[in-house]
């Protein structure tokens, strides 16, 4: 006797969701409210941050730490405002001239 498959669900589809609404925990967090794209957020968590500026997690937090990527703390979160990211892209930008 054969049993039949379960069919598997479309991993396309599983990740445009994900893609679209943020990461389960966000989503659960939220209470399934939709949640701004990334781009269009104006404090970003230093993990996100990381992303946008194509750094690993860890090299991020190291330049919070020196101070070089600047942050703000709103209780005991620590985000990084936009126009932050975009100080740090030209700090490493002046960097580069002067080498």
Same mark, same amino acid.
Do not use: C, W
């Given at each position: 006797?054969? *049993? @039949? &498959?379960?069919?598997?669900? =479309?991993? =396309?589809?599983?990740?445009?969701?994900?893609? !679209? *609404?943020?990461?389960?925990?966000?989503?659960?967090?939220?209470?399934?409210?939709?949640?701004? !794209?990334?781009?269009?957020?104006?404090?970003?968590?230093?993990?996100?941050? @990381?992303?946008?500026?194509?750094?690993?997690?860890?090299?991020?937090?190291?330049?919070?730490?020196?101070?070089?990527?600047?942050?703000?703390?709103?209780?005991?979160?620590?985000?990084?405002?936009?126009?932050?990211?975009?100080?740090?892209?030209?700090?490493? &930008?002046?960097?580069?001239?002067?080498?």
């Amino acid at each position: 006797m054969a *049993t @039949a &498959k379960t069919p598997q669900p =479309n991993s =396309n589809i599983l990740d445009l969701h994900l893609a !679209s *609404t943020g990461s389960d925990a966000e989503h659960a967090r939220t209470g399934g409210a939709a949640a701004p !794209s990334a781009e269009y957020r104006r404090l970003h968590r230093v993990e996100d941050a @990381a992303v946008f500026l194509s750094i690993k997690r860890t090299k991020a937090y190291e330049e919070v730490r020196l101070g070089r990527l600047r942050t703000v703390r709103i209780g005991r979160r620590r985000l990084v405002p936009s126009e932050y990211i975009d100080d740090y892209v030209e700090l490493l &930008k002046r960097e580069a001239e002067a080498a």
